[in-house]
Structure formats: C-alpha cells, structure tokens
Nanobody, 131 residues
C-alpha cells in the first residue's frame, strides 16, 4: 500500500523559508514522476515543481528561483525547499506521485502532467506566510 506523508509546513513571515518533506512508503519513487501542488482557499490546485525518473527537475515560473524540488538518494523522501516566501504562497501543499512507470522521464515532462496523471496523494501540509 502506497502512502505519502507531508510535513514541514508552518507559519512564517514574508521572506522566510520552509522545507517541506514528503515521505513515501511502498513506493520506489525514483522510478516515477513526483510533483508538488498547492491549493489556496477559493482557488484551483496548481502544480509547482516536479522531478522525473531521470532526476531532472522543473518548476513553474511563479516559483522558479525561490522553490527547489529534490529527492533523497534512496528515493523515499521528496523535498520542497521554499525560500523568500510571500503571502501569496499561503496554501495547503500536497505531494503527489504517479504509478505510471516512465523510463527517463524528465522533470519538465512530469511538470506538464496534470493532476489526473498522479495517482497517490499526501494529506497536505499548511503553509501560511504573513506580511
């Protein structure tokens, strides 16, 4: 049974940093696409950053240069390092993983996949940024 558990959320002031973690069990994540999403109140869920089975990463423009996605060597933990946080980053953050095995899938490819492509989801971790 695949489980994804996020942690690391919290409340910070504008300009601060947080590192989110997503611990996976029952899932060799380094063989599949993984992606971070977020959803703010009243808004649609949006993709932020993804990592492919080839180890490359990609981020959307709104977080490029501030957010970095990475994965531990064993492929069991996904991270999202968030720097220079802004109030508009306030949201529930989710990690997601696909069960479609992709050989040499790039981060850009995984980032382009919609929510429907991702089969496993964590419960979310809240990030609140105050001005």
């Amino acid at each position: 049974q695949v489980q994804l558990v996020e942690s690391g959320g919290g409340s910070v002031q504008s300009g601060g940093s947080l590192r989110l973690s997503c611990a996976g069990s029952g899932y060799p994540s380094n063989r599949y696409c993984m992606k971070w999403f977020r959803q703010a109140p009243g808004k649609e869920r949006e993709g932020l950053a993804a990592i492919g089975s080839d180890g490359t990463t990609d981020q959307v423009d709104s977080v490029k240069g501030r957010f970095t996605i990475s994965r531990d060597n064993a492929g069991n933990i996904l991270y999202l390092q968030m720097n220079n946080l802004k109030p508009e980053d306030t949201a529930m953050y989710y990690c997601a993983a696909s069960k479609t095995r992709t050989y040499s899938a790039s981060g850009a490819y995984c980032l382009s996949r919609s929510q429907a492509y991702y089969d496993y989801w964590g419960q979310g971790t809240q990030v609140t940024v105050s001005s």
